[in-house]
Structure formats: C-alpha cells, structure tokens
C-alpha cells in the first residue's frame, strides 16, 4: 500500500478522502451513460452501482448460471436467420473465443490446473444447455393457439432484419423533463415491419418461472420504456433513418419479448449413451418382478441432452407428466409492447422520474457515503455478491481488496460497437409533447 502523502491522507470514513485515495490508486470514477439495467441496479443498491457504474469494477471470473445461459441464448438468437452450417461454425468459433479469454483472465490471476478446468468445463456446459434450449424452444408450436412458433415469427416476410445487438448511444435533448444525460441501449434484434413502417425491437428473455407470467411484467419494466424511448430519439434525429435507408416517418412499432422458461434437467451423467436390460427384483414385495434399467457408458453427449430438452419442452417420454403444465401455461411464449405507449403521459412521467433517480448517482460527486449501501443485494443468484468486501470493510482496504480479489477495471461504454452514435440530438424535436407526433398503433 502506498504511503500516506500530504494531499491524501488514509482516509477514515466514506468522505471526500475515500474518493481521493481511491484516484491516488489509479481507480478513477467516470460518468458513465443511462443503461438498461441501471434502474434496477440504483434502486436496490446505490453503493453497488458505485463500484460498478462509477468506478468500472468487475470481478475477472464473474460467474451465474443464469446469466451466463441466458447470455449464450441471446448469441444463438442472433444467428437465427442462419442455416444450420452457419450457425454451427459461429457458435464454435463463439466458444473457441470464450474459452481462449477465460484462458488467458485464469492465466493473468493465477488460476491453473484442476482449478482452470472447471472454469473452462462449466463454460463449455453453459454453451451446450442453451444451444440445446434454443434449438428446441424456438421451434416449439404453442399448444392450442393459432400463432407461429417464434422461429416462424421473427422470420415473416414483412419483416426485414436489420440488424442484431444493434448499439444506440445519445444524449437525451434538453427539452425532456429529464434534462441532458447519455442514453445507451443495445437491441437484441431490431426488424423493420415493411407493411407497417414501423421498428421492431426482440428481446428474449430465459425464465426459471412460468413464460406467460414473465411476459406480464414487461410493459412496465424499465428496459422497455428506455429501448423504445433511445429509438424513438434516435428515429427523431433522423439517426436510425440514414444508417439503414428507411423512410423519414418511419414509427417505433413496439417491442417484441419473447421469454422461454429453462428446463429443469441438466446437461450430465443422464446424457451418456445407454441401453436398456431388464432386471428381475431379487428381493422385497416385488420380488420376481421385472423392471427395464438404463446401464451408462462413455461420456456425455450433446445429442442426448437434445433430445431429453425435447421432451421435456414437449412434455413427452420420461416428463409426459409435464403435458397437462403446457397446455396451461406453455415453457415458451411471446408477447408484444406497442410503441403507442410513448403516447402515454402516466408512462412517460414514470420513465422521466426513473431516469431522474439515476442521473442522481451518474452525476454526483463520486464520493462512497454518496451512494447508499443495502444490505439485501448482497445475496444474489443463491450465493454471497462478489462485491460484499466492499460493504464489510472501510475504503482505505478497498485497493487491496480489488487485487486479492481480482477485480478489473472495465469501462462498458467503451467496450461495445454503437452504429448509431450521436453525441448530441441533430436537429430540435417538435413543439408541444415530443412524444405524441406520428405514433400509432403498430
């Protein structure tokens, strides 16, 4: 640790002297823009955005399994207009990256040997479950309704595919309530409705719980109310217009969720190759009766857990008792938020007011007793958040925490491709509600 200088002392609380000695050790806080995810991150625990948002610390091998399947769905979705060859050479080489990254982050904090091979292991079984959700559930035709299977959705004639992680970055103009903040948003999918001339945002979400129940909420998440609003900015600048040649009224048309509920099974030792053998009970009140056994061999196979992923989302074979669930309630489904919304005054001011909470801390002084800490968001996913030492310990530890721990610095903003990057709204908006002009039902 360095020593104690004139102009920064070791500091002895969450004050001013905490933000200086984190700067004295090269953890220099940014401003960073409004994301998705940034509403849900200062509303449960403003001291958490701190160190991530502001100070840009990550744990090197940060791990979830929701997260990590989850993301694998989203690159597998992006290559859905794809044939099967081309599919299987991206996702390979997706995995080939992966691997050689999480190699690399293992060899730079001194994880190695058994350690090293579960990390690449369990990636390489995050890769295969959601490789084999998709496949499935996309194709997966909603039981008693007359609606395309999701596949079949995204891939309608009227619909022209844009393009995928589509990144959008701008400042929201003065005008707005909000005032002038950065506004970054970055779209699954985006399709143009060619009949409609209308915008389309797809984004998939995986769900432990029920498809049906996870798509109720979405209309009033703050993800949908930012991704329509920075399109609709964007389209108001004439930003969206010009990278893609399309027309100059062309509307937001509303976001389309599409949530798949993940299958209860895992990718394991019930995906080797088996026969089946009949045994004759030797012993107890069924004794001399004859039951089929499966006998294992080898190793896992992707194939395998396919074909059980099937099943299960059909609710045939060894979970035919799943059947009866999905005609209820089906493990995929899709919904659809029209971009009239933006129409409405109750959902503009709750967006106006969300986004208020978070330029608080995207522009207060970078200060730690600035951003509340809270307790309850220390436990996520099931286990302890990495970022807890942190909360248990006074600043003047921090530096060293983030080395033993191996936390890295990482700027988000500059880590992704926006193709629609504007540092500035081009030209004013319309007089009146900003919102109201050309919108219509999609």
């Not at 701008?170 to 999918?189: C, E, F, N, S, W």
């Not at 040649?245 to 895992?266: C, F, N, S, W, Y």
């Not at 499966?294 to 992707?302: I, M």
């Not at 951003?371 to 248990?392: D, E, I, K, V």
Request: net charge negative; proline share 6%.
């Amino acid at each position: 640790m360095p020593p104690e200088i004139e102009n920064v002392p070791i500091p002895t609380g969450r004050g001013r002297e905490a933000q200086k000695w984190m700067e004295y050790h090269g953890y220099v806080d940014t401003t960073p823009s409004i994301r998705s995810s940034d509403y849900e991150g200062v509303l449960h625990c403003p001291f958490q955005y701190y160190l991530s948002r502001r100070l840009g610390l990550s744990p090197a091998l940060r791990w979830s399994k929701a997260l990590s399947r989850g993301s694998w769905f989203h690159k597998r979705l992006e290559l859905y207009r794809d044939t099967p060859e081309v599919v299987s050479s991206c996702t390979n080489k997706m995995l080939t990256d992966r691997l050689e990254e999480l190699e690399e982050i293992c060899k730079t904090i001194g994880i190695k040997g058994e350690s090293k091979d579960k990390v690449l292991d369990r990636e390489k079984k995050d890769f295969a479950c959601a490789m084999a959700w998709y496949q499935v559930s996309m194709n997966l035709q909603l039981p008693q309704q007359k609606l395309p299977t999701a596949n079949e959705f995204l891939k309608q004639e009227h619909f022209r595919h844009l393009g995928s992680e589509v990144g959008i970055r701008l400042h929201m103009p003065k005008i707005h309530r909000a005032g002038k903040v950065m506004l970054t948003a970055m779209l699954d999918t985006l399709l143009y409705h060619k009949e409609q001339n209308s915008l389309y945002i797809v984004d998939a979400k995986t769900t432990a719980g029920s498809a049906e129940e996870r798509l109720i909420t979405c209309p009033l998440e703050f993800q949908t109310q930012h991704y329509m609003m920075v399109l609709k900015l964007a389209l108001e600048s004439n930003l969206v217009q010009s990278v893609y040649d399309l027309p100059e009224d062309v509307r937001v048309g509303g976001m389309v969720h599409i949530a798949v509920q993940k299958p209860t099974i895992e990718f394991g030792m019930k995906d080797r190759d088996c026969e089946e053998i009949e045994h004759t009970l030797q012993r107890g009140p069924r004794k001399g009766q004859v039951e089929i056994r499966k006998n294992y061999s080898g190793e896992p196979r992707f194939e395998n857990y396919l074909e059980r992923c099937e099943d299960w989302y059909r609710g045939q074979g060894e979970y035919e008792h799943l059947a009866e669930r999905w005609n209820m309630s089906p493990p995929i489904n899709y919904s659809l938020t029209y971009g009239n919304l933006l129409q409405d005054e109750d959902y503009l001011d709750e967006y106006y007011a969300r986004i208020t909470l978070i330029k608080k801390y995207v522009q207060c002084k970078a200060i730690p007793k600035n951003f509340p800490r809270s307790a309850n968001h220390l436990r996520q996913f099931g286990r302890m958040s990495p970022f807890t030492p942190f909360y248990l310990t006074p600043p003047k530890e921090w530096p060293d925490i983030i080395k033993a721990e191996s936390f890295i610095q990482i700027d988000r903003d500059e880590d992704v491709e926006f193709i629609i990057d504007a540092s500035c709204v081009a030209r004013p908006l319309c007089t009146g509600n900003p919102l109201t002009q050309g919108d219509q039902d999609g």
